[in-house]
């Protein structure tokens, strides 16, 4: 069975330093990886996606992501965090062909002044 | 172009009662899913239809079911509410089946049963 996890529940970032959010899957066929953003009782943005070629890949304001398949590992980064950016943050994963997206616990991230 | 609309936006029900809960897809979108978002934890999924047909059910009681509309607009329907049931109701739209391509998803909606 699928599994994503998520391994820090909380981070806290000062405004404008760099970030880093953690994703690791379980996954037996080739995943497609996904990560969305979702503000206080709201639904979910996406903010980028992985389905093949680059392992880097570039998404909405300003995140990216790179894909690791030997350490099965799919994290979000930006290079400066604005106060904008507190959100709670979901990693999810899927597959052509199969009807489920699964979804990890998610990060919230605050951002200190 | 109108993104995937959820209705209603808030709802409170009483245990042991009915709800029923509506979704339109995104224009040319032709797969619904929906998921079920309980505080401090993420989505999970409930089902998926595309063109109509059930195409996934994530491990719910029986009390879920739901259903596609020829113009592709969903209803989620839950039966003898618990407590429990308590949530935050997402619709997900996709072109294709779910994973396969991005999948938009709507504000949601905030059921409470009292």
């Known amino acids: 069975a699928q599994s994503v996890t998520q391994p820090d529940i909380h981070i806290t970032v000062s405004e404008g330093a760099s970030l880093e959010l953690r994703c690791n899957y379980s996954?037996?066929?080739?995943?497609?990886l996904f990560w969305y953003v979702q503000s206080p009782g709201q639904g979910l943005q996406l903010l980028l996606k992985y389905f093949s070629g680059d392992t880097l890949v570039q998404g909405i304001k300003g995140f990216e992501a790179e894909f690791k398949r030997s350490q099965s590992s799919f994290n979000l980064r930006k290079p400066s965090v604005h106060w904008s950016d507190a959100a709670e943050y979901f990693c999810?994963?899927?597959?052509?062909?199969?009807?489920?997206?699964?979804f990890g616990k998610g990060t919230m991230l605050l951002v200190s002044p | 172009d109108a993104g995937v609309t959820q209705s209603p936006t808030h709802l409170i029900k009483t245990r042991g009662q009915q709800v029923t809960l509506r979704c339109s897809p995104i224009s040319g979108h032709k797969s619904v899913s929906w998921y079920q978002q309980v505080l401090g934890q993420g989505p999970q999924f409930i089902f998926q239809?595309?063109?109509?047909?059930?195409?996934g059910r994530g491990n719910f009681p029986d009390r879920f079911s739901a259903r596609q509309f020829p113009n592709y607009s969903s209803e989620l329907n839950v039966n003898a509410l618990l407590l429990g049931d308590s949530a935050l109701y997402l619709c997900?739209?996709?072109?294709?089946?779910?994973?396969?391509?991005?999948?938009?998803f709507g504000q949601g909606t905030r059921l409470t049963v009292v």
């Open positions: 996954y037996g066929a080739t995943p497609y």
């Open positions: 999810a994963v899927g597959a052509k062909g199969y009807s489920t997206l699964t």
């Open positions: 997900a739209s996709s072109l294709e089946v779910v994973g396969g391509t991005e999948a938009f």
């Open positions: 239809y595309y063109e109509k047909e059930e195409r």
